[in-house]
Structure formats: C-alpha cells, structure tokens
C-alpha cells in the first residue's frame, strides 16, 4: 500500500479537477494540453528549438495562463488546472518546467 502524503487540501484539489470544471478553467486546462503538445514536438524536431519563434510564443502563451491562473485564484487554481490537464493527458513536469517561477511555482 503507498501512502499519500500530500496536504489533504492538495488531494481534494486534485479529485475535484477529475470532473469538468467551469467553462474557462476548463479551456484554459485544454489549452494548455495544447499548447505544451506543441512545445514539446518543436523541441523534438529542431535542434535550435529554444530559439524557435514558435516555441518562444508558446512558452510565453502557458507562461501567461499560469500568472492569470496565479492573480485570478492563486496557487490553489493553478493545482485545480494543472490536475486537470494531466487527466485530460498532459505531462506532468514538462508543465511545471513551464510554470516554474510562477505564483511558487517549483520545478
């Protein structure tokens, strides 16, 4: 048996974001699926992806979801999104590498 250790708040977050949430916080939790999917295939394909217009535009775009999730519900939303986009597949650390800095945010 493995043992969860994690605040009793965190997994409450966590079990509630395995429903839909509201209209935005769930675009917001499919967006970044999204957006991070791309990501993640642009670093896959160029080697000099850190400099790719794209790339850079889409670390910018997941960068500004995470502060508006931070200044708009803080770190209790941000959890809400996050356990919602890993149920809805996204992975979970390349989203925290993103998020890293943000609301604190750690990596």
Avoid at 29 to 54: G, H, N, Y
Avoid at 79 to 88: A, C, H, K, N, T
């Amino acid at each position: 048996m493995v043992e969860d250790f994690r605040p009793k708040e965190e997994i409450a977050v966590e079990k509630r974001a395995q429903s839909p949430l509201d209209p935005d916080d769930e675009k917001m939790a499919k967006q970044l699926v999204v957006f991070v999917e791309k990501a993640v295939d642009i670093a896959r394909t160029k080697s000099d992806w850190k400099s790719d217009p794209e790339h850079q535009e889409l670390e910018r775009e997941i960068q500004e979801i995470g502060e508006k999730l931070c200044s708009e519900g803080g770190n209790d939303r941000m959890l809400l999104i996050f356990y919602r986009y890993v149920l809805l597949g996204g992975g979970r650390r390349i989203l925290e590498l993103f998020w890293n800095g943000i609301c604190g945010w750690m990596y």
